[in-house]
């Protein structure tokens, strides 16, 4: 056995969950690239939490309802909301140094509200709050001396005790990414934290890293995976090549920026009353819209009209990126496209974080506990990684105590016949289509026809990837594009299933709610390896 505790994934899940189980065994954090790279080292916005007087569990409950559009579990928002506050306190304790200013009543902290919040309880350090966490937390990581952290480490699948049903997992495969070599990693638990899966979209706001591999291992492994038609798209990210992944944030609109076509015409008024103040699916969908109608491969977003010093004094880091790939905020418009921001959607996990096999929990992104419902509340996301990161680490540290069984046989990694690929070209070239088709089919607006077109091209793409898997030594490319198109596939199902339009997912030919769909989709992998959708319990 390599360790008591095996971590997959360095955001703000998995360095939470090496330091709660740091005291009780070793741990090994194994993170794909460098260990701060995350989507939660780019959370711009903050972390929300019940911290003024003024503020209530009820309230952050509610609103948490309201947004998830009848589909949050009301155990797991209540968890998260009143778990919030003690878990903020212990980023504070360990070094997170949030904004103050606010008055001694809200402890001194200066408290951010955002859309969908009744209340100020958005805690955050000005507009790069993640990396003020990532940063804490990977200094306390790194001077715990029972973590052991590798890096450029990718997990390539689950280590299976197959003699157990459902199999029970004792680690996993992992790719060192610098010797190209494959070693088992042993342990009685192993948390998945390896985030969301925006890189299946052609446009995302996430970083590289966020490709579901965790979401797909577990689901090859055969746990179920559940709402995955649920994915929040942000409406303004730029659009340049070399910017893969930065948003322009919502308060341009707020500040006056308006939404208009390549030849220059406005057309969010005739989209929403409040043209672009509109909610944000809303001004996602318009966008959406105009792009597709009139073949546009992006929109402009234009402040021009404000006073240039104050643009530059309001939005500096905005203005200096925008300049920095050629456009300047305070003289014209700039191009943007919307982006796949956040997977509602993930591994199905109870109220300590546990999946449905035995020894592996999910916590993060890559889970799907019930909090968010049909659409996540701003800023609840890091809160809700905080909570179940906790929790599932308390549940594994009481487990191991009560158990100490030792790891059964389990099969060495068989690289079979697999030779070098001297055909990069074709992973390449599966990772431009399969996201492509993503977007244009799976995206923002979706239809029955669309989605048949392309569950037809995922399976296709599936045959190939398959060959190729098993012909060619593993890259860590190739991993991953077997990943995204296992997430895709799961996304296409369970899109294709709801036959109505709620929160996140919006079909034209079934464009309202309908009671009859107040239930998540749960999709498990069938014997022929496609998703297939697990009929809701009574
Ligand atoms: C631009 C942006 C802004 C955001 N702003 C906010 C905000 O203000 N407030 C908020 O609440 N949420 C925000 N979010 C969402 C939030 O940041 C994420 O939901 C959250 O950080 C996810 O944390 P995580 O620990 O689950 O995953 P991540 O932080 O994404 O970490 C995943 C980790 O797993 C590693 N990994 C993945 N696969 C493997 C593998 N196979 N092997 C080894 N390692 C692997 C990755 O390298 C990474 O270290 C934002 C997201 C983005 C992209």
């Known amino acids: 056995m390599d360790c008591e505790f095996l971590v997959i994934g360095s955001g703000i899940a998995g360095l939470t969950c090496a330091l709660e189980c740091a005291p009780h065994g070793r741990v090994v954090l194994l993170t794909k690239d460098r260990l701060p790279e995350s989507s939660s080292q780019y959370a711009q916005g903050g972390i929300a ?14 609103d948490t309802l309201v947004a998830g559009a009848g589909l949050c579990h009301r155990d797991a928002v209540e968890q998260v909301v009143r778990d919030g506050p003690e878990r903020v306190r212990d980023l504070i304790a360990r070094g997170v140094r949030f904004d103050v200013g606010g008055d001694a009543e809200h402890g001194g902290y200066d408290l951010g509200q955002e859309g969908g919040h009744s209340q100020r309880r958005i805690l955050h350090a000005l507009d790069a709050t993640g990396h003020e966490i990532i940063r804490a937390l990977t200094e306390r990581v790194r001077a715990t001396p029972s973590i052991s952290v590798r890096e450029s480490a990718l997990a390539v699948d689950l280590l299976l005790d197959r003699r157990a ?17 494959v070693h088992r ?12 899966a925006g890189k299946v979209y052609l446009y995302t706001s996430n970083p590289d890293v966020a490709t579901g591999d965790g979401l797909a291992m577990a689901w090859r492994a055969g746990a179920p995976v559940a709402n995955m038609e649920f994915v929040q798209f942000h409406p303004t990210c730029l659009y340049h090549p070399a910017a893969k992944s930065f948003l322009l944030t919502e308060a341009l609109r707020g500040e006056g920026a308006v939404l208009r076509r390549p030849d220059g015409e406005r057309f969010m008024p005739r989209y929403h009353p409040r043209a672009e103040l509109a909610p944000r699916d809303v001004v996602a969908r318009a966008i959406d819209n105009e792009m ?14 404000q006073d240039a010093g104050w643009i530059r004094a ?13 456009f300047d905020l305070a003289r014209g418009p700039v191009p943007v496209v919307p982006a796949a921001h956040y997977t509602c959607g993930g591994v199905r996990t109870d109220a ?8 592996l929990y999910a916590c993060g992104e890559v889970a799907c506990t019930g909090l968010h419902g049909a659409n996540r509340l701003a800023s609840n996301s890091l809160l809700e990684a905080l909570v179940y990161a906790h ?7 009481t487990a191991r105590r009560e158990d100490r069984a030792a790891p059964p046989a389990l099969a060495a990694w068989d690289p079979g016949r697999a030779t070098t690929s001297d ?20 995206g923002i607006v979706r239809s029955d026809r669309r989605l048949e077109r392309a569950r037809r091209r995922v399976e296709l793409l599936q045959e190939e990837i398959q060959a190729y898997y098993w012909n060619f030594l593993l890259t860590s490319d190739l991993v991953e594009l077997r990943n995204i198109a296992d997430v895709a596939e799961c996304i296409i199902a369970s899109a294709h299933h709801r036959k109505e339009s709620r929160g996140l997912h919006y079909t034209i030919d079934h464009p309202t709610s309908d009671p009859a769909w107040l239930h998540d989709t749960v999709v498990r992998r069938g014997p022929d390896g496609r998703p297939r959708v697990v009929p809701p319990e009574a």
């Open 49 to 62: 939490s019940v911290w003024s007087p003024d503020d209530s569990f009820e309230s952050h409950i509610e």
């Open 165 to 181: 049903e459902p199999a029970a997992v004792w680690g996993a495969y992992v790719l060192d990414r610098e010797t190209k070599a």
């Open 185 to 196: 990693v042993v342990a009685p638990a192993t948390f998945l934290c390896t985030g969301g």
């Open 292 to 305: 597709k109608v009139h073949g546009y491969e992006c929109v402009y977003l234009d402040i021009s009209h």
């Open 314 to 326: 309001r939005f500096p880091t905005v203005h200096a990126r925008c300049l920095e790939y050629g």
């Open 352 to 359: 300590h974080g546990r999946t449905a096999l035995p020894r």
């Open 391 to 397: 929790r599932a680490a308390a549940h594994a540290c």
């Open 423 to 442: 055909e990069e070209v074709v992973v390449t070239q599966n990772w431009d289509e399969l996201r492509r088709f993503m977007w244009n089919y799976v």
